[in-house]
């Protein structure tokens, strides 16, 4: 997924030219505020084997999967990755 400027600015709260800013110091080894939470993905893919998983559904049901999971920030993977965690820590 590509963001544009606006984008940024309207779900991030920062701007072309702070960005500019951070870079143009980071560059200098100088990195602003604290570090912020860690951000769960795909598994690694090293020090242990993957399987694939995965399941045909319909249409609407796909879209729907895809809507909830760009509007938490999440592939739709990452999305039914993090469902299927919960399931089973609650099971």
């Keep these: 997924m590509t963001m544009t400027a606006t984008d940024i600015k309207k779900k991030y709260g920062i701007s072309a030219q702070m960005l500019d800013e951070i870079d143009a110091r980071a560059a200098n080894g100088e990195l602003p505020g604290e570090p ?14 993957l399987k694939m998983v995965g ?3 319909v249409p609407e049901t796909v879209e729907a999967i895809d809507r909830r ?7 739709r993977s990452d999305y039914l ?10 099971a």
């Design 36 to 49: 912020g939470p860690v951000s769960v993905g795909r598994p690694l893919k090293f020090g242990t084997s």
């Design 81 to 90: 990755r993090s469902l299927v965690r919960q399931d089973l820590a609650h």
């Design 55 to 57: 399941y045909k559904e």
């Design 69 to 75: 999971a760009d509007s938490l920030g999440m592939t």
